[in-house]
């Protein structure tokens, strides 16, 4: 028995195999793909309503976003080696944002890191800074500012 050509490509598409490029079958798997190789952002804050403000903003530009209460949660999680930038407040109980970002390079990880801070002191700043700190934002801060520096992340990430 010979199938027709119109037949045949209906019971491919219909089994999620269409051979056309605009399949719907075809654009999910590209955006499934997509998907799983956005950019994790981390975000650590001991202010819970920062962390949530924080993910929000990271993923409605299309991230993923993991959040963290304190930096030793953040250092023993899953996400050390998969983080493409790094969000942290400066000051919180247990480790601090600087002596995360010290503990991070004794290890050999360079993460761009962006700190967050309701205590913009200058000195803080520029120790921040001096260590490879891609940005030091006093709180409130414009998210236009994080975005740039969300972007500037990611590039680093992309030339390494």
């Known amino acids: 028995m010979i199938i027709p050509a119109a037949i045949l490509t209906y019971i491919r598409f219909m089994q999620g195999f269409s051979f056309t490029r605009n399949s719907p079958s075809l654009r999910r798997a590209v955006e499934d793909q997509q998907l799983q ?49 790094l969000i942290t407040d400066l000051q919180m109980p247990g480790l601090n944002g600087i002596e995360l970002q010290q503990s991070l390079l004794a290890q050999g990880r360079h993460i761009p890191i962006i700190f967050v801070t309701a205590f913009p002191e200058e000195r803080m700043r520029a120790r921040a800074i001096e260590a490879g700190a891609l940005g030091f934002l006093g709180k409130p801060f414009d998210s236009s500012t994080l975005v740039e520096l969300i972007d500037k992340a990611l590039e680093i990430g992309r030339k390494s």
Do not use: N, P, W
């Open 37 to 85: 190789h956005r950019a994790i952002i981390s975000i650590i804050d001991d202010d819970e309503s920062m962390r949530c403000a924080l993910k929000s903003l990271v993923t409605s530009l299309g991230f993923k976003a993991y959040t963290f209460a304190s930096a030793e949660q953040y250092l023993d999680s899953s996400y050390l080696d998969d983080t493409s930038c």
